[in-house]
């Protein structure tokens, strides 16, 4: 098998993995709870547990939450709400809340993106 058989369109299996969805088909679950990942896809069979993203989720839940909260502050700075509880009491709840949030749908689009490039551990 050649690179480019194993290749998929990226977009499309990304979109999937947000919907916390089976990148090959769009229909199985890609977790078996919050994180867990299933091993195959239920609906088409298709192995799934060699997509290790490790800690380039992290990364990208970090980046996205700096951006988040940095919209926020600068809202909260423009708009002239920037007492300092004010800022706990909207910027502490939103900085637990959102990554636990965003976390499944992270970590499934990374999914997404390993599978439509072919970066599994396993050969
Ligand atoms: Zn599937």
């Known amino acids: 098998m050649s690179e ?25 679950r890609l977790f078996r709870g919050y994180l867990d ?11 799934l547990a060699g997509y290790k993203v490790g800690l380039f989720l992290p990364l990208v839940v ?12 600068l809202n909260m700075e ?8 004010t800022y706990i009491y909207v910027l502490l709840p939103l900085s637990v809340i959102v ?3 965003i976390l499944p749908s992270s970590k499934g ?10 970066w599994s551990d396993e050969q």
């Not at 689009?109 to 072919?118: K, T």
């Open 62 to 73: 970090i980046t996205l939450m700096v951006h988040i909260l940095g919209f926020v502050m």
């Open 37 to 47: 990942q299933v091993e195959r896809c239920a609906v088409c069979d298709e192995p």
């Open 99 to 101: 990554p636990l949030a």
């Open 4 to 28: 480019d058989d194993t290749r998929h369109p990226i977009w499309q299996s990304m979109w999937r993995g947000i919907k916390c969805r089976c990148p090959h088909c769009g229909k199985g």
């Open 78 to 85: 423009l708009t002239g709400r920037s007492n300092p509880l």
């Open 109 to 118: 689009a990374m999914i997404g993106l390993f599978w439509a490039n072919g």
